[in-house]
């Protein structure tokens, strides 16, 4: 855990590498604490392209650290597939990816033709019609958490201002939201046995080996999703799940499909935003220099949002498949290997950005790959985040005269999200 003003992210690492032998990526463990970046700091330095072992019944993969290299994989996609494996380092059978797949594990065209179903309700207008509502709910959160001098700022704020929005987006009840971050919690952390019953390194999850992340959790959204569905087929109306209901209806997704991909968003546009507006706080508080230049000069705010992407990089990693045989950066890939591009190395690769572990919320130009770097899975919900994380720190920051913290800051386990789950705050109102 990390004690009251200790940094989330670390510092600066030396330049010494790191033997290879103490550098295991996919321990859980090892990131409870924080993100191991000497580790990547090494490994981008001295073996950039780097065979991981992996216990089994895993078979390894290639870790891919600097930004360079991650932007060739993913916009390469006919060479390095989401389709013929799939995007987590959990490795699948043919009927276990049959049934699991979601869009993410699709290449084009098959994924061009998902991803219309919902790509205009994502789009910067559709979803900048709702800044009103946002701004709205932002401000009811808030007032409700600043009754208190002190709370923990992840379940009172970070949690609330996503999962509100995407109720309004799938136009499913308000009180709805607490049950679906619960759902959402367990299916994303089901690494963390805070937030799972079933924790998939530790007891045995053979038989949910068809469900999203092994957890039996997905069934629960699953019922959920079709009873939505049920009703906005009794009336129709302009939102995500009709669209998915008419989807289904014309064939274009199977049952499953469409509860994979109701699952899918559902996490993704909940549990993403939250775990960076969380991270953006303990960055400003592990950095009051940026705090207080935020607050005399708020015009920072969207710099300062494209910053905190960069610096809190929610997803860590993404895995491709090799379709042939070839070679990057003088490593030969063979057909079949798991290529896995670490986003939380590519953003504080020192080629792509000077001075990476400086926290500055003026940074420009910042081409982070929080979002991915382009191509066709570039994040539907980008728009999104960035409006949700924009309007809450611009509704946050007048109200506070000061924030420090109060406790323990407590990662989540895993080695797949980059999650906070509990930051202690005592706050001195405006």
Known sequence: MLHAGSSAEGEAVTETPVALDRIDLVDPDNYVERIPFEWFDSLR???????????????????????????????????????????????????????????????????????????????????????????????????????????????????????????????????????????????????????????????????????????????????????????????PRDDVITALAVAQSEGILSEREFQNYFALLMIAGNETTRHTISSGMLALLDHADQMRRLKEDPSLIPSAVEEILRWATPVMHFRRTATRDTELRGEKIRKGDKVVTWYISANRDEDAFPDPYRFDIARTPNEHVTFGPGGPHFCLGAHLARLETRILFEELLPRVRSVELAGEVERMRSNFVNGIKHIPVRVRPA
């Open 45 to 235: 330095r001295e073996h950039p392209v780097y065979w991981h072992e992996e216990p089994p019944p895993n078979h390894g993969f290639w870790a891919v650290t600097r930004y360079e290299d991650l932007v060739a994989v993913h916009m390469d996609w006919e060479t390095y597939s989401s389709e013929v494996g799939a995007v987590a380092l959990e490795e699948l059978d043919e009927e276990q990816l049959r049934i699991r797949k979601t869009m993410l594990e699709t290449d084009p065209p098959r994924h061009r033709e998902l991803r219309n179903i919902c790509n205009k309700r994502f789009s910067a207008r559709a979803v900048g019609q709702y800044e009103a509502f946002i701004r709205d709910v932002a401000r009811r959160v808030l007032d409700r958490a600043l009754e208190r001098e002190e709370f923990d700022f992840v379940p009172e704020i970070s949690r609330e201002l996503p999962i509100r929005f995407l109720c309004a987006i799938f136009t499913v009840p308000q009180e709805d939201a607490p049950q679906l971050i619960e759902w959402g919690d367990a299916l994303i952390g089901n690494q963390d046995p805070e937030y799972s019953a079933a924790v998939v390194d530790r007891v045995d999850t053979e038989e949910f080996k068809y469900l999203q992340f092994r957890s039996p959790i997905a069934l629960k959204v699953f019922d959920y999703a079709a009873q939505q569905r049920d009703v906005c087929l009794d009336e």
